[in-house]
């Protein structure tokens, strides 16, 4: 049963393996016009993670896979366009992580930061994400605190409308494959960690297949200038990080244009 499994993974990673892509500058644009109905003209797409159950306590640091719910589980980082297509996604850390933990330690948030971010965003671009991020520059998420403050909750509420694309969009991925909902065999060590973590990319790499054919794309819609290669093992400890207290106070100022943009749209009686 092994080497039937092992050999369909490797012809789905043989032939859908373009499946899994960062959008082009055009593709971005065409994105980020459809975003624009939301209120966000500059998003090219939607971050959020959820959790893949394990049946099981992992043999190796169980403990640290208890997640909130009361589950063993790993992360996902999903990150997915209007269309619902998974554009990139990192896969392997354990259920009881932050989202914004996991995401920090993907090879794409290094990139975001760094000389390589003009090949992912044009300017002024970002991701969208819910209250489990903070904001960047390059990632804008809603207000924690929007107590009894209009703007802050009518801006969470723009985003709420808009990310609940990216909710569908892992609902889907789930329900087409319903053993992501809860895998049965017990990881014992890294080896079938990783084989997990390349287990579920299949099943990506076929979620977006299935998407495309539903839809109007055609061979010409080339999507990637520069490769951004989705994570398919365990992080390697992390880097020294940025300057935090710089890093959030780039985010907040980010997060008020993005508001301001965004209000301003919606109150000239655009959007919902």
Known sequence: MVKYTNRVMTAIECCLKNEISWPNRL?????????????????????????IRLSQHPAEDGETYFDRKGDYSINAQIISDDRKRIIYFFIGMPGSCHDVTCLRQSSLWKRMH????????????????????????????PFRNAGDDK???????????????????IGILKSRWHSL????????NRAENQYLVRWVRCYILLHNFLNRRRDD?????????VEVESEVQIPAPPTPPLDERAMIARGRRRRLEVQSECLAYMRNGNGH
Request: glycine share 8%; proline share 1%; hydrophobic share 35%.
């Open 151 to 169: 703007d802050k909750t009518d801006f969470n509420t723009c985003i709420a409308h808009v990310r609940i694309a990216n909710e569908h969009c």
């Open 27 to 51: 593709e971005r644009t065409r994105i980020a016009s459809v975003f624009a109905a939301g209120g966000f003209p500059r998003c090219i797409g939607l971050v959020d993670g959820t959790t």
């Open 114 to 141: 760094n000389q390589q971010q003009h090949l992912l965003f044009d300017r002024g671009q970002y991701l969208l994400g819910d209250s489990g991020y903070t904001s960047g520059e390059r990632l804008v998420a």
């Open 181 to 188: 909902k809860e895998v049965q065999t017990q990881l014992k």
């Open 217 to 225: 794309w055609t061979e010409a819609d080339e999507l990637i200038e």
